[in-house]
Every structure is written in C-alpha cells, then in structure tokens.
C-alpha cells in the first residue's frame, strides 16, 4: 500500500490519540505505575503525542498533518481551499476511534480496576471542571483559536527553513502551553476527532463498570473548536500571517 494524505491523517491521529488519551488513562486508572501523577503529567503526555502524531502522518503522507478537522476547517478558511475538508476529516474521525481503541486494549485489567466510572470516561472523553455551557464553549473556541494562530505562527515564511526542521517540535509546545494556561477549565479537547471518537468508542466498547458517556455535552468539544477555528481561519485570511 502506497502512501497517502488520507492514511497519513488516519494514522497520526490514531498515534495522536494512543498516546494522548493513553497518558490520561496512565494518570487517571487505577493501579497504574503513572496513578495520580497530575496536571503536567498529561499535559506534557498531550505535547508529546501530538509532536510524534505530526511525524508519523508526514511519514504516512499527510505533508500537512492537520490531525485535527478544526486545524482542516481554520486552513480550508484561510486558504480558500476546501478539497480536504471531506477527506481530511473522514481520516481523523476513523483514526481517533481507533486511537480510543488501542487505549482501552492496552490497559485492559485497570478498567474493572477503577471504580468511578467518571474517571474511565476521562481517559477518552473531556469534561468540564465546572459545568457551565456558555463558559464551557467559550473556553474550547478561545483555546483553539489560539491553536490556530500559534499554527499560522509556526508555518509563517517568516521562520523560513527554521519551521521545516523543528515545526512537529514547536507544534507540541504550542499544544503544551495551552495546556498548562487554558486546558483546566474543560479539558481543552481543541479537536472534534479527540472528543467524539472517542466518546463513541467509549459508548461501544464492554468496559466493566462503566457510566453515562455525557452525550448531553458532547456538541461543545465539537463546536466550540469549530467556532474557535473558523475565527482563527477568518484572521489569517484577512492578515496574511
């Protein structure tokens, strides 16, 4: 099978998601050599994935590595060019449901370990520290607008060849200080394909013990990030960053 821009997105996002959702569930399970580690730990697991999900799709294919359909979605805007939308985001929807997959095989014996079944939703599914919808969206859409421009930032003509050496790299720290500034308020799923794949996955998968998959909530990791990136596209198409 040859290479390409759709199983490029397809399998970093799946990489993306094995080792993001993977570092919460190493935090958040139970019995778990990583059991309680905090707030950096996951953040500084997030950077980490998104750095080596961004290599693997350019490996795979995809020269630009969106992983994301917000990311998809800010470009198409920003560029006028919406030829990938559709497959961009068939790709990284497949690929975050078999990210949320390969999570729950790896660490099999610590879901019936883990008796709140909040905390097994965690590790594939954002929440809100406070549950306020309003607050809610607008943290995810600021928080993916910032995303969107950081990545503007990054690729803009104006780091030249610096960008192509070490943009994966400037692409997790990006993702890390979001994170770290932003992320406590719900989780900063700042990804459609990082929420509802997974939330899906979730709803299937025979986890023991589980609970409510709080669909009630999932439109707000899915739109806000769309808003938010739309906003950012819009910006980077009027000032040419």
Known sequence: MQTSPFLGELIGTTVLLLLGNGVVANVVLKQ????????IVITAGWAFAVTMGVFVAKAFGSVDAHLNPAVTVAFAIATNDFSHVIPYITAQLIGGFLGALL??????????ATPDPWDKLACFATGPAIRNKGANFLSEALATMVLILGLAGISSKNLGELAIGVGPYLVG???????????????????????LSPRLAYTLLP????????????????LGPLV?????GLLIRLFTL
């Open 103 to 112: 999570v729950w095989l790896h660490y099999y014996p610590h879901w019936a």
């Open 207 to 222: 986890i023991p013990g589980k609970g409510s998959s709080d669909w009630a909530y999932s439109w707000i990791p899915v």
């Open 173 to 195: 720290i990006l993702v890390w200080s979001i994170g770290l500034s932003l992320g406590g308020t719900t989780g900063y799923a700042i990804n459609p394909a990082r929420d």
């Open 32 to 39: 778990t050599k990583g059991e309680s580690a905090g707030w």
């Open 228 to 232: 938010g990136a739309g906003i950012g």
